[in-house]
């Protein structure tokens, strides 16, 4: 999560919920991939080395994002590809692997109605269709992945909504559980959207589902 209003609000939000919520403040351009996938990886290996310290359960550990940090969370769940770390310690004896993903409207393919803009960032200019295809990540699911909750607009003209829908087409054929909410319409970029009667009704939502999971 990197736009202010989809950080520390939504944090609140979780904790409202009696959830620990933590944001991270990842690299992003111009630093390349794999750069904020090794950031996310060590956040949550530090989040299960520490959680006695924070009070949390080493299996109860999800991760949310908005937009391009949607994509960030979809490839801490589903690229399983060896990467080296900078930093060899006990942290990165734990795994990365989060327990639930919370997708919103994010970026997920960087081929099929997929948004060039969030490519370059992550690979540069001109990136070649194998390394977009290889980080699309609904190309990525496995029955391995965890349980993930997506909502986006309809008419999102930023991040088309068929992001959102590949997702969970690839977690259907994998059967993994997920749930997914698309609204009728509403601008890209709501977090919360609190000033929307119809879209605000996803926090309720992935309230109900975080509690049905056990969060």
């Known amino acids: 999560m990197k736009a202010q209003h ?29 750069a904020g996938l ?3 990886r060590r956040a949550m290996r530090y989040l299960r080395h520490t959680a006695d310290t924070w009070h949390i359960s080493k299996d ?10 949607g994509h960030l969370a979809s490839c801490v769940g589903t690229v399983t590809s060896h990467l080296e770390s900078p930093v060899v310690d006990a942290i990165e004896e734990e795994d990365y692997l989060p327990n639930a993903m919370i997708l919103c409207y994010p970026v ?4 099929e109605h997929g948004h060039l803009g969030s490519a370059i ?23 391995k992945t ?20 590949m997702f969970a087409a690839a977690l259907s054929k994998h059967r ?6 698309v609204f009728p319409q509403g601008p890209h970029g709501m977090s919360l959207a609190t000033n929307d009667s119809q879209v605000s009704l996803w926090t309720g939502a992935c309230a109900t589902w975080l509690r049905e999971l056990g969060f």
């Open 146 to 165: 965890p349980p993930t909750f997506l909502w986006h607009t309809a008419d999102d003209a930023v991040v088309p909504v068929e992001n959102s829908l």
């Open 60 to 69: 109860r550990i999800g991760v949310l994002g908005f937009s391009a940090g």
């Open 176 to 181: 993994v559980p997920f749930a997914l909410h």
């Open 108 to 111: 997920i393919s960087f081929v």
């Open 6 to 34: 989809e950080g520390e609000p939504v944090a609140l939000w979780l904790n409202s919920l009696g959830i620990a919520a933590f944001v991270l403040d990842y690299r992003v351009a111009p630093h390349r991939y794999p």
């Open 38 to 40: 090794l950031d996310a």
């Open 121 to 143: 960032n992550l690979l540069g200019d001109n990136p070649p269709e194998a390394e977009r295809l290889s980080l699309s990540t609904h190309r990525l699911v496995t029955e």
